[in-house]
Each structure stands twice: as structure tokens, then as C-alpha cells.
């Protein structure tokens, strides 16, 4: 079975350009995260959504970043215009129900130049 | 709100010794808790967790963690590692009422590092 899949797993852009990071989610969870790591924050969560519809946005650093759950197969999170300081690693996470065990993709390593 | 503090940032050592990696949390209420380990380049991976029952949880790859409610603590223990066992290990907490128990904090991860 397929994991949580990400993509691209490196992306290096310049600053203002718009970024677009892709999650496919494992088949049957209902539950889907994204979260971001850097050395100096850790992990963070940016979004949560349930069944498609974003629960919880609190994590979403501003406006420049959005995030899509068009269905349940396909997430993207969007960044625009990029700063050098979203360089970061996001990571894409599912879960089925609630049984606190996230699967987390390999993550899109993002370098904002 | 919790939060998550991991003592040791890294801890190095050999091959076949027993290692912890201690975990403290702080909630107002009841938690829920869990060990997630990271190796290189990859994400993260459930090693266990406390949901309920009993507090000694064992994991994957002979790991265990102990819940102590009155310590706050939940320290993770292998009694002899490998050097296969060398990565990030994070401890997380969400809280186990309400509407918000999706919701995991992370502590600042531990690098253990196992040398031959």
C-alpha cells in the first residue's frame, strides 16, 4: 500500500515566486495535516482538515500561504509570493479517524532564494 | 494548551547500551501521548502512544515508553540499542477532550546517535 505521497521533494525558487506543494493522502484516511519543520521552530502545524474541509488554519503563518482540499485524494499548500524565510521542510500527514498515528509523508524540502 | 519539553538535544551512545530519552509535558487537562522517531531525509513514524490503560506502552523495534501522571513525564527506553536505531525521536502530547485532540504539539526532537 501507498504511503502519504509528496511532491516535489525539493523545490528552489526565488523569492516572490509562488510555490505549490502537492500531497496525495493514503486511500481511506479522512484526516489530513500539514505541518512545517525548520531547525529553529521545530514542527509546526499549519492545517488541518477533516473530510476535506479545513478544520483548523491557525498555523498558517499569513495570508501568503493558502491551502486546498479539493477532494479526498489531493492537497496542495500554496505559498505566494515565496520569502526566504519559508525555506523550511513541509511535511504532508494523514490519519484515519482519530487514532493518533500520523503518517507522514517524505516532505517537499523548499529553498526560497 | 500543552506544551512539550525534550531535555537532551542529542544523546550519543554505544552500541548495545541502554538508552533514555526523556519527555515532560504541561496541560491543564488529560493527554494523550506519543513517540515518533524520524530517520535521515524521511518523515515521521509512530513508535507508540499513551491513549489510555496502562502506563508502560511498548513500541516498535523494542522501544518502550512509561507514562507518569504525577511527574508529567513520559521517557522513552530501549535496554540495548542499535546502530540502526540512530535518528530524531520526537515526543508528542494532544489533548484527549474536546474537539481538539487531532491537534499534536511536538517537542524539539532528540538526536540520538549510536556509535559501534
Known amino acids: 500500500d501507498a504511503g502519504v505521497i509528496q511532491s516535489p521533494r525539493h523545490e528552489v525558487t526565488e523569492m516572490g515566486q509562488e510555490v505549490t506543494l502537492r500531497c496525495k493522502p493514503i486511500?481511506?484516511?479522512?484526516?489530513l495535516f500539514w505541518y512545517r519543520q525548520t531547525m529553529m521552530r521545530g514542527l509546526e502545524l499549519l492545517i488541518y482538515f477533516n473530510n476535506n474541509v479545513p478544520i483548523d488554519d491557525s498555523g498558517m503563518p499569513e495570508d501568503r500561504f493558502s491551502a486546498k482540499m479539493p477532494n479526498a485524494s489531493f492537497s496542495t499548500l500554496k505559498i505566494q509570493p515565496s520569502e526566504p524565510r519559508d525555506s523550511a521542510v513541509y511535511f504532508c500527514?494523514?490519519?484515519?479517524?482519530?487514532?493518533?498515528?500520523?503518517?507522514f509523508g517524505e516532505g517537499s524540502r523548499l529553498t526560497v532564494l | 494548551a500543552q506544551s512539550v519539553t525534550q531535555l537532551d538535544s542529542q544523546v550519543p551512545v554505544f552500541e548495545e547500551a541502554p538508552v533514555e530519552l526523556r519527555c515532560n509535558y504541561s496541560?491543564?487537562?488529560?493527554?494523550?501521548l506519543f513517540w515518533y522517531v524520524q530517520y535521515p531525509n524521511q518523515g515521521l513514524q509512530l513508535l507508540l502512544k499513551?491513549?489510555?490503560?496502562?502506563?508502560l506502552v511498548k513500541g516498535i523495534n523494542g522501544f518502550e515508553a512509561e507514562f507518569n501522571k504525577s511527574q508529567t513525564s513520559f521517557h522513552l527506553r530501549k535496554p540495548s540499542v542499535h546502530i540502526s536505531d540512530t535518528a530524531e525521536y520526537f515526543c508528542?502530547?494532544?489533548?484527549?477532550?474536546?474537539?481538539?485532540?487531532?491537534?499534536?504539539?511536538f517537542g524539539k526532537g532528540t538526536l540520538l546517535t549510536v556509535n559501534p
Open positions: 486511500s481511506g484516511h479522512n484526516s
Open positions: 500527514a494523514s490519519m484515519l479517524g482519530y487514532t493518533g498515528e500520523l503518517f
Open positions: 508528542a502530547v494532544s489533548s484527549n477532550s474536546g474537539g481538539s485532540n487531532y491537534k499534536l504539539t
Open positions: 496541560s491543564s487537562v488529560s493527554v494523550y
Open positions: 499513551y491513549l489510555s490503560g496502562s502506563t
